[in-house]
């Protein structure tokens, strides 16, 4: 997914040879400007010592990178990173320093001015196929097994987290009865490795519904959760739900409330919480 993104320009030849520094930085939720000056201070090998203050060590970091063209990396962003609180000069045309970041929620691109936002999506089947071998191994392609390669793939849903755990489980097992056990139990909702991948899965939603700014937004999504699953759920409809349970005050207008909801929605869209439907329906979202 997005790490793998990083990974990539981290290791590329082509990009480390067009700029001086590139500097790959792995925010995750529990941040500090301490935590993010040190990773940056290990790449850039200038050794901080405990009694300097972040001031000194954001200015010693400065005087490393001034002048020279870097390429920044901040992997798994939660909150705005103030980059001239840590010691970077700012990233501009001038200059030529490039700033990339993942994260799950779009008000952080937002607050951090990127120039462009790319939404990473799910894989499509050739690409979920081409993962699952590369990590599976050859034994994928044996006769036997291929079809039902195939089909376990398919029950991914072309989630590259769902991919890696599953690919992991099976790699360079050749027996077909594992094979064909492990997609029956994957097609069912009982089994103590789909509790291992819900797990897994449900830890990267929970951080960003964590992060969610009140209450009153919380609950909006919780009540998406009493839709039948793959749902597509009209916006409208779902917004007067929300005013008659409550959730939305019951003294605002009907253009307030609706005001008020699309906001709500955005807001859950931008966390990855929900998502837009197809151009076919637009006034749709879906889990």
Avoid at 54 to 80: C, I, P, Q
Avoid at 91 to 118: A, F, H, S, W, Y
Wanted: proline share 2%; net charge neutral; hydrophobic share 40%.
């Amino acid at each position: 997914g997005k790490t793998t993104v990083m990974r990539l320009l981290n290791n590329m030849p082509e990009i480390e040879a067009m700029f001086d520094r590139v500097i790959w930085v792995t925010i995750s939720k529990s941040q500090s400007i301490r935590m993010v000056q040190e990773q940056v201070a290990q790449r850039l090998k200038i050794e901080i010592h405990g009694g300097e203050s972040n001031e000194t060590v954001a200015s010693r970091l400065f005087h490393g990178l001034d002048r020279k063209k870097y390429l920044l990396l901040l992997d798994d962003v939660w909150e705005m990173v103030d980059l001239a609180l840590v010691g970077f000069p700012n990233p501009n045309k001038d200059n030529g320093c490039k700033l990339v970041l993942t994260t799950r929620n779009l008000e952080v691109c937002r607050k951090m001015g990127t120039d462009t936002e790319i939404k990473v999506k799910v894989l499509l089947e050739e690409e979920a196929l081409g993962m699952f071998y590369t990590n599976v191994g050859d034994v994928a392609r044996l006769p036997g097994i291929k079809e039902l390669a195939k089909s376990i793939v398919k029950e991914c849903d072309g989630l590259p987290l769902a991919l890696k755990v599953v690919s992991g489980a099976l790699r360079n097992v050749a027996n077909v009865n594992v094979w064909s056990n492990f997609l029956r139990e994957l097609r069912s909702h009982d089994t103590s490795f789909n509790e291992d991948l819900n797990e897994k899965v449900f830890k990267v939603l929970k951080v960003s519904y964590d992060h969610l700014k009140n209450t009153q937004n919380k609950k909006c999504l919780l009540f998406c959760g009493l839709y039948p699953e793959d749902s597509k759920i009209k916006k409208p409809e779902l917004i007067e739900y929300w005013k008659a349970e409550g959730i939305l005050s019951r003294k605002l207008t009907f253009k307030e409330a609706r005001d008020k909801g699309e906001a709500i929605l955005q807001a859950l869209i931008d966390a990855s919480l929900l998502e837009k439907c197809d151009e076919d329906f637009d006034n749709y979202v879906k889990m």
